[in-house]
């Protein structure tokens, strides 16, 4: 797995890879606590290849929720290297059971329900974004 070309790497895309493929995803960055607090409420759809990413300034342990959300949702962990921790698959619009990470976290990418599936991703999916260092050890945009 190769690092993203320059010209593909700005805070408007994120691409995900593993053994299963690869896909990029139009996104809107959520990075301070009043755009994370809102993230998705509200909105009637996603298109198909848009996503959200909200970015934290470190890993912990995160916990996001559907309370008026209107659309279904796979909620995706990552840590701070880009790692998939875990998925959060068809989340419930409009449910306000805590959904959390089962490790540390310090991004979370959410996409429409159903999706990580129909793509076939796994414990091996890796996040890139521009806001990923880029070093050996994480596929940052270099």
């Known amino acids: 797995m190769g690092s993203i070309g320059a010209a593909d790497c ?13 896909v990029k995803f139009q996104v809107e960055v959520m990075d301070d606590e009043a755009e994370r ?3 998705l ?6 298109a198909k290849f848009s996503a959200m990413l909200f970015v934290y300034e470190r890993e912990r342990i995160l916990s ?3 309370k008026n959300t209107l659309i279904g949702l796979d909620i995706l962990f990552f840590d701070s290297a880009g790692r998939l921790v875990n998925i959060r698959a068809d989340a419930i619009p409009g449910d306000e059971t805590p959904l959390r990470s089962t490790g540390p976290a310090q991004y979370v990418l959410e996409i429409n329900a159903g999706l990580a599936s129909a793509l076939k991703m796994g414990p091996d999916t890796v996040l890139s974004h521009a806001r990923l260092a880029g070093d050996e050890k994480t596929p940052g945009c270099v």
């Open 10 to 22: 700005n805070e408007g895309h994120v691409h995900l890879s593993g053994p299963w493929g690869s």
């Open 41 to 46: 409420m509200n909105r009637p759809q996603l």
């Open 64 to 66: 996001f929720w559907m």
């Open 37 to 39: 607090a809102r993230g």
